[in-house]
């Protein structure tokens, strides 16, 4: 079955630090989704990305596509105290109608 | 306008026993997810409604777990015979329409399950 892997696990990091978390897929996506979930909340959407070679930006975030669809990024420039959290990407397959997340990469932020 | 709704946000029961637990989608939300979290892990797909009915219940993990969906709306989870590993976060979220048309899926706050 279609699996989708995330690296990092964990990430520390320093406030104003870049941080970047990857996801890769074992089959072609038809789009991925990412989800940010605070500490005790739950996951909330953040963007979707749908072409290949896609790049989105929302503030200090920028999210990539790949151009082969079968992996994507999340790049967050000066990280700030409220980044803290869990970054997930989730993924569907071009027949498949549902979404397969990854594990998630845990960020903190040493203020 | 109110997002989706989970109760109860926290259960605690014996081994053995049966557990049901209930998600009310947003209005006009016609597809629905459960998931289970345990903690520090990701989100484990168990089953998605589009309407009343469950396309996709491949990620039950057992004959244990059955859900339903009435009137395109509430759906309920239940768990017999609960073991110690069923000990999670239950997560529930609806869309506006199926995974297929590439919607965003809005999450409740989950039911902390705990099986003493």
């Known amino acids: 079955g279609q699996q989708v892997m995330q690296i990092p696990q964990y990430q520390h990091v320093q406030e104003g630090e870049d941080f970047t978390t990857y996801c890769n897929s074992s089959?072609?996506?038809?789009?991925i989704q990412w989800y940010k979930q605070r500490p005790g909340g739950h996951p909330v959407f953040l963007i979707q990305?749908?072409?290949?070679?896609e790049v989105k930006k929302q503030k200090r975030l920028t999210f990539q596509f790949g151009e082969a669809k079968k992996n994507s990024s999340l790049h967050i420039t000066a990280t700030q105290t409220t980044d803290v959290g869990t970054y997930f990407c989730?993924?569907?397959?071009?027949?498949?109608?549902?979404?397969?997340f990854g594990k998630g990469t845990l960020l903190t932020v040493n203020p | 306008g109110a997002g989706v709704s989970q109760s109860p946000s926290n259960k605690v029961t014996e081994k053995g026993k049966d557990v049901e637990l209930r998600c009310d989608p947003i209005?006009?939300?016609?597809?629905l997810y459960w998931y289970r979290q345990s903690l520090g892990q990701g989100l484990e797909f168990l089953i998605y409604?589009?309407?009343?009915?469950?396309?996709?219940k491949s990620g039950l993990p057992s004959d244990r777990f059955s859900a339903e969906r009435t009137g395109g709306s509430v759906s309920t989870l239940t768990i017999q015979r609960t073991q110690q590993e069923d000990s999670a976060v239950y997560l529930c979220?609806?869309?506006?329409?199926?995974?297929?048309?590439?919607?965003?899926?809005?999450f409740g706050d989950g039911t902390r399950l705990s099986i003493l």
């Open positions: 209005s006009g939300h016609t597809a």
């Open positions: 989730a993924g569907k397959g071009g027949s498949n109608y549902k979404l397969t």
């Open positions: 089959t072609t996506l038809s789009n």
């Open positions: 409604f589009q309407g009343n009915s469950a396309p996709d």
């Open positions: 990305l749908v072409k290949s070679g």
């Open positions: 979220a609806s869309s506006l329409v199926g995974v297929a048309n590439n919607q965003p899926q809005h």
